[in-house]
């Protein structure tokens, strides 16, 4: 699921300026009574909390924020104080609601607002519409009207079951310094017709981004050629649920560190389950009798190195995507055991 405020969370329908809001906490729309009921029992619990925490409910509403940095922080309080209530973390789509709620983009008023009715992604109010136009059209709105269109079609499961065969191309010696010029080689360019970017290919980028982050990064510190053993382990911390969908891209090391037999990624964070899973390889790599695994630890950092099992192994790299250090205690315990790994950390 996603969110967006601007279009019904059920069926994804535009507002035409007949919906209906969520009648407790008002942050999420529909398109008729009926949807709003189908979507009740999903929403009700956080929708029970949220209008608890904002008493002053008219006047949070229908407040200012100076500058996006106020409205982000109020946007996170107010997360973590929901979160702490209902006692565990929230869905991604429910994170959203309250991150990403309608909000003027300029002064982030909640109350009396407009919709861009183009991407139907951003809006504004009647005092800011002037600024609003000038800041927004031209690619800003392009580039939300592309992002609606991915998200709409990412969740009716058409970017499912994508097909990898360009990674045969990928080698040591391939040259690339952007994922636009990876995609544009490897990708766009040997398709025999249909030269225009389709949305399988923006989600393969994105899934992309993680192996070659981690490439990028290595080979910018000139690390890559002491990466020489068979079998090369990396850590991923604070990881995210795993997406079934993009674990083949990573295949991708093995084919640009062709010395590498077997490669192990190890996602590590307590919200995930236990779980290995062995990913199908090339024609070429099963020839070669390589091995790509990947690993779920359902603990913190410090945990999983200080009480080795059968899957801890020393890494070669440790890595964190959007990884958040926040304030909690259990950060410097993690931080102090990367630390004691000797080995490079990617952020």
């Known amino acids: 699921q996603f969110f967006n405020p601007n279009i019904c969370h059920v069926c994804k329908k535009v507002d035409e300026g007949n919906f209906v809001s969520c009648d407790s906490c008002g942050l999420i729309s ?18 029970t909390v949220i209008p608890q925490l904002l008493q002053e409910k008219l006047q949070r509403y229908t407040c200012r924020f100076s500058d996006w940095q106020q409205w982000i922080q109020s946007r996170t309080e107010l997360l973590e104080s929901v979160e702490k209530n209902i006692g565990h973390v929230l869905e991604p789509y429910e994170k959203q609601t309250i991150l990403w709620s309608k909000s003027c983009d300029v002064c982030h008023k909640q109350v009396q607002l407009k919709t861009c009715q183009r991407c139907f992604s951003i809006n504004y109010c009647n005092e800011h519409e002037e600024v609003f136009r000038t800041k927004h059209r031209g690619s800003n709105c392009d580039d939300l009207v592309l992002l609606l269109n991915i998200d709409i079609k990412t969740i009716s499961d058409r970017t499912s079951n994508m097909s990898y065969g360009f990674l045969q191309f990928v080698n040591e010696n391939s040259k690339f310094e952007t994922m636009l010029e990876f995609c544009i080689e490897f990708v766009i360019s040997r398709r025999k017709n249909h030269m225009d970017w389709l949305t399988r290919d923006y989600v393969r980028s994105d899934y992309l981004s993680d192996p070659l982050t981690i490439y990028s ?16 382990v990396i850590h991923i911390v604070a990881a995210n649920s795993v997406d079934v969908n993009s674990l083949p891209v990573w295949e991708i090391l093995l084919h640009l560190l062709p010395k590498i037999k077997r490669l192990v990624i190890v ?18 790599c099963n020839e070669e009798k390589k091995v790509l695994s990947f690993i779920s630890i359902p603990m913190l950092y410090h945990d999983f190195i200080s009480s080795p099992s059968e899957d801890y192994n020393s890494p070669n790299a440790i890595v964190g995507f959007d990884a958040k250090f926040n304030k909690e205690k259990t950060w410097d315990k993690s931080l102090e055991a990367i630390q004691g790994s000797y080995c490079p950390l990617v952020l």
């Open 30 to 47: 529909y398109c008729s009574e009926e949807h709003k009921t189908h979507h009740r029992t999903e929403h009700v619990k956080i929708c």
């Open 217 to 232: 990064g290595l080979d910018r510190i000139d690390f890559l050629k002491n990466i020489i053993g068979q079998c090369v």
């Open 267 to 284: 996602l590590i964070n307590p919200k995930l389950h236990k779980n290995i899973i062995y990913q199908n390889l090339c024609k070429r």
